[in-house]
T-cell receptor, first 115, second 111 residues
């Protein structure tokens, strides 16, 4: 049971390049989400998914796309990288039981630098 | 608007001193509230959630609906408590993959 796995751990991109951050979970959680962490800003929700085939925007979705074709995977795509997207990205998964949140688990993060 | 406020960016205490990390929230319904901890360059870990009323690593937090607060407390700080602490709110009474985080408080415990 690996929990939430993010790849890569580190990435440097040039402005305008595209890439996909991978996130996989093996806990059969319905919910998955992507956050970015910036100094002094805390964590801000980018996109989230409540199940396979269902995604929605969070607080800061611009410049990012997601899809959820399987329960396990929730990749985050940067369409055309900008320096403002330099950040640490965390993927998380969770499930709901009896109306209460359970098992909210974070990945180890991807540190992205856009030059 | 749903919001979580952590008024202190940095809190510095000496080992053995009491610690209180403040968290206030703005939400019209019945929120679920959490504290997460992030040790240096590690992933976020759940420290506490108000529905379980647990005490983890000596930390406790009580939800005060009248003051809309969920302050994190520990009577005697340890050096290993030095970390970033985030207060978070789940606005729908369930996870839904949608936590709202405060900006975090960096706790520094000096020897």
């Amino acid at each position: 049971n690996a929990g939430v796995t993010q790849t890569p751990k580190f990435q440097v991109l040039k402005t305008g390049q595209s890439m996909t951050l991978q996130c996989a979970q093996d806990m059969n959680h319905e919910y998955m989400s992507w956050y970015r962490q910036d100094p002094g800003m805390g964590l801000r929700l980018i996109h989230y998914s409540v199940g396979a085939g269902i995604t929605d925007q969070g607080e800061v979705p611009n410049g990012y796309n997601v899809s959820r074709s399987t329960t396990e995977d929730f990749p985050l795509r940067l369409l055309s990288a900008a320096p403002s997207q330099t950040s640490v990205y965390f993927c998380a998964s969770s499930y709901e039981q009896g109306g209460d949140p359970y098992g909210y688990t974070f990945g180890s993060g991807t540190r992205l630098t856009v030059v | 608007a749903q919001r979580v406020t952590q008024p202190e960016k940095l809190l510095s205490v000496f080992k053995g001193a009491p610690v209180e990390l403040k968290c206030n929230y703005s939400y019209s319904g019945s929120p679920e509230l959490f504290w997460y901890v992030q040790y240096s360059r590690q992933r976020l870990q759940l420290l506490l959630r108000h529905i379980s009323r647990e005490s983890i690593k000596g930390f406790t937090a009580d939800l005060n609906k009248g003051e809309t607060s969920f302050h994190l407390k520990k009577p005697f700080a340890q050096e290993e408590d030095s970390a970033m602490y985030y207060c978070a709110l789940s606005p729908y009474g369930g996870s839904q993959g949608n936590l709202i985080f405060g900006k975090g408080t960096k706790l520094s415990v000096k020897p």
